[in-house]
Structures are given as structure tokens and as C-alpha cells.
């Protein structure tokens, strides 16, 4: 048993494996998963895990070089869009339309669903490299 970091199999693993640029996803519980993409289900209940808990678990694991969200969350969801800024801690982030912020997650390696229940509570991570 893991002693630190995330403990979830499915989603250490696929850190594991990502490259340099590759994506993955942290989604609310409505967000449609494309059936050519690995699903993470964490979702146990309304809000449960949510948005923000599962984010900041997964980039204390992982390096990102970036990252994309909807740009309706920084109108629709002010709260949770402040929480995102402030856990990506300068990391860039490019904001896009949600139609083709769910384009963009037929490009991820997986997508973890959460239990996060308010608008557009999604974010897609891309990997970096701990080196120069």
C-alpha cells in the first residue's frame, strides 16, 4: 500500500504512464466521457469527491505544463474557478469554449469523473516534464 500521493490505482497508473503533453481529465459528474476514452468513476454521490479534493490530490502528483478549462466557468462557477487558479499556482491556463473543451477530451489518456455537481467544474491537465 502506497504511504503518500494518490492511492487510487487507475489514476496513479495512468500518471505513471503519461508523457510530455499528454492530457488527462478531471470532470463534474455530467460531463459526457467519449466511449474511446478511459474512464476513472469516483463519483459517489452529489459532491462527492469533488472537483477541487481530487485536483489538488492529483497535481501533488503530477507535473503539468499547463492546463484548459471551459471559459464559461470563470462566469458560471466563480468560486470553484478561483480555487482552480489558485491550486494551478501560475501553471498556464488556456480557456476555451465548453464545446470544444469536450472536443479536446477525446485527446486524453483517461478522464476521472468526480462527484462535483456544479457547472462546469472541469479541467483538462497536460503533462510537463520534471526535468529541463
Given at each position: 500500500m502506497?504511504?503518500?500521493?494518490?492511492?487510487?490505482?487507475?489514476?496513479?497508473?495512468v500518471i505513471a504512464r503519461m508523457g510530455h503533453t499528454d492530457y488527462i481529465v478531471i470532470g463534474d459528474c455530467g460531463l459526457p466521457i467519449p466511449d474511446s476514452v478511459k474512464r476513472i468513476d469516483l463519483a459517489v454521490k452529489p459532491g462527492l469527491p469533488s472537483f477541487l479534493d481530487t485536483l489538488e490530490a492529483?497535481?501533488?502528483?503530477?507535473?503539468?505544463?499547463?492546463?484548459?478549462?471551459?471559459?464559461?466557468?470563470?462566469?458560471?462557477?466563480?468560486?470553484?474557478?478561483?480555487?482552480?487558479?489558485?491550486?494551478?499556482?501560475?501553471?498556464?491556463i488556456k480557456h476555451?469554449?465548453?464545446?470544444?473543451?469536450?472536443?479536446?477530451t477525446l485527446q486524453a489518456k483517461a478522464v476521472i469523473r468526480t462527484g462535483e455537481a456544479t457547472p462546469?467544474?472541469?479541467?483538462?491537465?497536460?503533462?510537463?516534464?520534471?526535468?529541463?
Open positions: 502506497r504511504k503518500n500521493g494518490i492511492l487510487n490505482s487507475d489514476i496513479a497508473a492529483v497535481l501533488a502528483d503530477m507535473v503539468v505544463e499547463s492546463a484548459v478549462i471551459a471559459a464559461e466557468m470563470t462566469e458560471h462557477n466563480i468560486p470553484v474557478h478561483g480555487r482552480t487558479r489558485t491550486l494551478l499556482n501560475g501553471v498556464p476555451v469554449t465548453h464545446e470544444a473543451f469536450k472536443e479536446l462546469y467544474a472541469n479541467i483538462i491537465l497536460q503533462s510537463g516534464v520534471f526535468f529541463k
